[in-house]
């Protein structure tokens, strides 16, 4: 696994031991940058279930200017901490080693993040359960995405009750990225969802 464009390019980042996180590959993570690099310059970033780091890595190192890393295995946020001096990123970083509703808690009233990306353990609901805590906080900018990878039969059907709606689904197969908004005609949210792919 390796940083893919930017500050960082190619350079190869470690991955936690184990089985208990799953890294998005290197062709997944390419697509998904290339729908978000439009809105990436300057802002702010938030990878939940962190895993390696890689996705809050990648979007550092394509001009994000800040991202907060939230992962509760510890060994996974040791990973996170050496891919993060290995890449000379730390500095724009800050790692919260904590479940992610703890870590959400202890980020309200901080300012809002752009894009707030999730891969939690699939067929667990703790996308379910950080979209529902997400609902009535201030943490999403208003123009700000969600972006959730999921397993491709996860039903985002309950995101129109919390206030949120479905902007995006890409398909890779077994997995997807679905893009979530809050609902509004906020052009600065359309701006934030790709178009084409």
Not at 88 to 113: M, Q, T
Request: proline share 4%.
């Amino acid at each position: 696994m390796r940083v893919i464009a930017g500050r960082a390019r190619s350079l190869k980042l470690m991955t936690p031991p184990g089985m208990d996180t799953r890294p998005t590959t290197d062709r997944i993570k390419e697509t998904l940058f290339n729908m978000l690099q439009r809105g990436l310059s300057g802002c702010r970033f938030l990878d939940l279930f962190s895993g390696s780091g890689a996705i809050g890595i990648e979007a550092l190192s394509r001009g994000a200017s800040y991202a907060v890393f939230v992962e509760n295995n510890r060994a996974a946020a040791r990973c996170i901490q050496k891919n993060l001096a290995y890449t000379r990123l730390a500095a724009d970083a800050r790692l919260i080693c904590k479940d992610v509703l703890s870590a959400l808690r202890e980020l309200e009233g901080e300012p809002a993040f752009d894009y707030i990306f999730m891969d939690p353990p699939y067929g667990c609901q703790s996308e379910r359960r950080a979209l529902e805590f997400l609902a009535g906080s201030s943490l999403l900018d208003g123009g700000g995405i969600v972006i959730v990878e999921a397993s491709s039969e996860t039903s985002f059907a309950y995101v129109q009750d919390l206030g949120f709606q479905v902007r995006k689904i890409k398909k890779y197969g077994t997995n997807m990225h679905v893009w979530i908004a809050r609902e509004s005609g906020d052009e600065d949210v359309d701006s934030r969802v790709p178009r084409k792919f």
